[in-house]
């Protein structure tokens, strides 16, 4: 992806650091935030200087790789261990995060050289996060006709993943090859990664985009002013059940209440066979202050919380809904569109063929 005119991923490490774009400063400044430890690499995941599943993974596999670069020769087995249990008890909804620690630290466990192991892998890890990308792309480009109005929620785009996204991969792809297609972009609160986020990012590409308020999407619908849906995913069970940032189930409903594809847009790291159902995957529950407040720069630019809620009340913060199966049209992955059922999904990844 381009920023400025410059090459960026949203997540790679140097020299021991991981480097993650400062997502909870977007739209309004740009700034690389260095992390120098696995510690600050946790920290980062907790408080959303990275976020989105694919960038998630990435920074929890580098997270690893550090753990592994500073562990004492001896007790390297325990120090990583607990490093792998700190670094997973940060976020508990993105499949990616658990795929990218059991990764490396099985990569790792056993090698002669642990360190170079641990790199390695995490660095894999992230370079087949953009290539699978890249492909959901190619694959869900052919769903999107000319004069298409996509809706989104969330940001399933290259700030989610180490480049190119997942539902916004398509559409990049699709405006690149000349289409005319649009994007309706539900603002999703409470953070607001779809009017922050996924607004800065088709900006950034030039794509036509309207933000949404987040109860607009069902009007729309029954409008005819959607053609389709695609959203992103955090972990998809074995049965097709599909976890994403809380108020998709309420889309996918609409959905299929007005007769519009719903599309699911992730790789196959994001598949968890060991979640039978969505009632197996956990949700996270996130601070009260996220709804209660919002934070934007004031007239000085200098970033600001304001409250905007009653003063007293309080709220409540699923970060995620699951849109069962049957809402489902299809899942983009990197190697095909597979229909959201049990035994299409088995054959996805144990074979790559459905
Ligand atoms: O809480 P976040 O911002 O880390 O949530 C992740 C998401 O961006 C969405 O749920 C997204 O649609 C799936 S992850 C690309």
Redesign the pocket.
Known sequence: MKVNGADYRTVWMKEGSVFLIEQNLLPFEFRVHESRSCAETCNAIRT?IV??????GAAAGFAMAQAFREAPHQGIREYTENARKDIEAT?P??QNLFYATERVFDAAKDSDDPRAAALSEAQKIADEDMERCRKIGEHGNGLIRNGFRVET????GWL??VDY???LSPVYLAHRNGKKVSVYVDETRP?S?GARLTAWELRNEGVPHTILPDNAGAHMMSHGKIDMMI????RIAANGDT???IG?LEKAIAAKEFGVPFYVA?PTS?FDLNCASGKDIPI?E?SEEEVLYQTGPNSSGKMERILVCSPDSRALNP??DVTPARYITGIITENGIVKPDKDSIKGLLSTGSF
């Open positions: 959303m976020r989105g599943a694919g960038a998630i976020r909804t993105a929620h969330c940001n399933a989610a993943f996204g997942t539902a953070r990664q959203v992103g995913a955090d976890a994403n940032k998709t992730a994001t996270e996130r970060a995620f």
